[in-house]
């Protein structure tokens, strides 16, 4: 997601209510704050639209929305890090602006479009995501807006149907080709879980991880993600390319989750080399969730470390989507006694790497990030300790 959005430490439920009643003939009892979390992808890149596995955990780095109902068909939302503002009517009578207020308004056309009733309200929005580094700040935005709008009605719908219509907001009116891991995380996720995700049936089952022991560390590039909406797309009509040629013999393929890697081999002269590449990482990588969730739950962390190995050689060399600021935070990582998985995690070109790291190990991590990335990339990493979370909410007082 582009745009100015709130990095904060620490977010507070009571403080943004105060924040929003100072500027509001509103009290504050009657300000509710919904929250939707982002989330770190532990394993299965770009396999989401391509109706296959996905890995993630939603994450305690999260938005937030202070919500002051009016009697206005129109919701007017104000940024707390610089008191930018904007609005959309409900339903939204215009096309996307191309920033951030994009996301509230395309959440509002889908609800609509579902035939959903949605309520204006006037929003101060906060957030502790990174912006652009792959942790779904888009995702938790539009999951966050969803609950804004709805109102009382938010809880009593299904939360995949939930996640289902952000996407399609993300698809048909930001202009994202996205799949449904993003939405589907922030709304479904799980405080001390992984969600093993069916990308083409919406069947999922969570996944516990070792976190006595362990902890999920993301580390931020802080570099300009070269991955624009256009280079994204592009990825998935590639895949559809192969898809095509491979249907055209297998009448049986609808994507590449039908295709195994001895039906790709078998007619991979039909496809394009850069198809071919693109096909060879999706197939795998569907193979590599399943694998690594296994692995997860009979506790062998040592396969866990090598599926992630191969997924990020994979997303490097055969998608094409790592850069060398994520293969150096890798290569750091890979050579930090204590940590015992790393891998690129979102849709690359910058952004971040995801680790799985014993507790104790954590500061021997921080040291080799400071020492070595900074040195070589001229600039800090982004050092964020996180704990899986629970899905969108009413957030908490206090």
Not at 51 to 62: K, M, T
Not at 308 to 321: I, M, P
């Amino acid at each position: 997601m582009t745009g100015q959005l709130i990095p904060a430490t620490a977010l507070d439920a009571d403080a943004l209510r105060a924040a929003l009643a100072a500027a509001e003939p509103v009290l504050e009892s009657g300000i509710e704050v919904v929250r939707a979390p982002g989330r770190v992808n532990l394993i299965g890149e770009h396999t989401d639209y391509n109706q296959g596995f996905v890995l993630p955990a939603a994450i305690n780095l999260e938005t937030w929305i202070a919500v002051a109902r009016t009697d206005r068909q129109r919701a007017d939302v104000t940024l707390a890090a610089d008191g930018q503002r904007a609005a959309v009517d409900l339903p939204p009578n215009e096309r996307r602006r191309g920033s951030w207020i994009d996301y509230v308004a395309g959440v509002a056309w889908s609800l609509n479009e579902a035939g959903l009733p949605v309520s204006g309200f006037r929003g101060l929005l906060a957030s502790t995501l990174p912006i652009s580094a792959g942790l779904s700040s888009s995702a938790a935005l539009e999951l966050a807006s969803a609950w804004a709008l709805l109102g009382d009605t938010a809880p009593t719908v299904d939360r995949t149907q939930l996640a289902r219509l952000a996407q399609r907001a993300e698809n048909e009116y930001v202009g994202v080709r996205c799949g449904l891991m993003d939405q589907f995380a922030s709304a479904q996720g799980r405080p001390d879980a992984a969600l093993l995700l069916d990308c083409r049936s919406g069947e999922f089952r969570t996944v516990r991880l070792p976190l006595d022991e362990f902890v999920l560390v993301v580390l931020d590039t802080r570099s300009a993600r070269r991955l624009a909406a256009s280079d994204y797309n592009r990825r998935r009509t590639e895949c559809e390319a192969a898809v095509a040629a491979l249907a055209a013999v297998e009448p049986s393929v609808r994507s590449l989750r039908d295709v195994s890697r001895p039906l790709l081999e078998r007619h991979a002269d039909r496809l394009e080399p850069v198809a071919l590449r693109r096909a060879r990482h999706v197939v795998d990588e569907n193979q590599r969730v399943l694998e690594t969730a296994a692995a997860l739950e009979a506790g062998d962390l040592a396969a866990v470390g090598r599926l992630f190995a191969a997924s990020h050689r994979s997303l490097r060399d055969l998608y094409e989507v790592s850069s060398p600021e994520l293969d150096a935070l890798v290569e750091i990582a890979a050579a930090t006694p204590g940590v015992v998985a790393s891998r690129m995690t979102g849709a690359g070109f910058g952004g971040c790497t995801v680790n799985l790291v014993r507790r104790d190990a954590v500061p021997a991590l921080a040291l080799a990030v400071s020492d070595r990335y900074s040195a070589w990339a001229g600039r800090d990493a982004g050092f964020h300790v996180v704990e899986p979370a629970a899905g969108v909410s009413r957030a908490p007082s206090g």
